[in-house]
T-cell receptor, first 115, second 120 residues
Framework: DGGITQSPKYLFRKEGQNVTLSCEQN?????MYWYRQDPGQGLRLIYY???????QKGDIAEGYSVSREKKESFPLTVTSAQKNPTAFYLC??????????????FGPGTRLTVL | AQKITQTQPGMFVQEKEAVTLDCTYD???????LFWYKQPSSGEMIFLIY??????QNATEGRYSLNFQKARKSANLVISASQLGDSAMYFC?????????????????FGQGTILTVHP
């Protein structure tokens, strides 16, 4: 089945630690995205990537880093510099950025809690 | 100013009845897209329906239809024949063209969401 997988589903981190959230897609999509969702809120864009080896900051990139070495994979690292990292993180992909309907399809999410 | 406004924090509907979820947007971009997503308690965002700014007809997908009123800048979601499984958070989102890093991309901005509860 084609889709987007995120792991782990739940993640607990101690303050001062870096953690990496996994996102993999087998939809053959060029574009991938990372969003953050806080309780009762909409989604905010952290980073996006239009193509392999290229990525751009979104609205709230501070304290986060990404890589895009493979088309299928777009891992997100939450660094110790992120002041309030406890949130729900959603990865998405689309065929390409901004063309046609350019619908973004989402993974199941990772819930990160900082202890 | 809010790009996407969903004024209904919560809505209740009886099973089998229709319900309208409101969404207004603000943009000066002539080319934009409007999306609705459903987020059940599991957290995954499920794409429901899309409307392009140049589309002449309202979009429909099964029990979902989008009441697109361009002059009023509204894109309300209508769910017909509500089912218990429709209980979830619903998000309206708008895609606009944004320049960044020397290229342009379609940036998606989300509203705050509306919690829909379907009663038996």
């Amino acid at each position: 089945d084609g889709g987007i997988t995120q792991s782990p589903k739940y993640l607990f981190r101690k303050e001062g630690q870096n953690v990496t959230l996994s996102c993999e897609q087998n939809l053959n999509h060029d574009a991938m995205y990372w969003y953050r969702q806080d309780p009762g809120q909409g989604l905010r864009l952290i980073y996006y990537s239009q193509i392999v080896n290229d990525f751009q900051k979104g609205d709230i990139a501070e304290g986060y880093s990404v890589s895009r070495e493979k088309k299928e994979s777009f891992p997100l690292t939450v660094t110790s510099a992120q002041k309030n990292p406890t949130a729900f993180y959603l990865c998405a992909s689309s065929i390409s950025i901004g063309e046609g309907t350019d619908t973004q399809y989402f993974g199941p999410g990772t819930r990160l809690t900082v202890l | 100013a809010q790009k996407i406004t969903q004024t209904q924090p919560g809505m209740f509907v009886q099973e089998k009845e229709a319900v309208t979820l409101d969404c207004t947007y603000d943009t000066s971009d002539p080319s934009y897209g409007l999306f609705w997503y459903k987020q059940p308690s599991s957290g995954e965002m499920i794409f429901l329906i899309y409307q392009g700014s140049y589309d002449q007809q309202n979009a429909t997908e099964g029990r979902y239809s989008l009441n697109f009123q361009k002059a009023r800048k509204s894109a309300n979601l209508v769910i017909s024949a509500s089912q218990l499984g429709d209980s979830a958070m619903y998000f309206c989102a708008m895609r606009e063209w944004t320049a960044a890093g020397g290229t342009s991309y379609g940036k998606l901005t989300f509203g705050q969401g509306t919690i829909l509860t379907v009663h038996p």
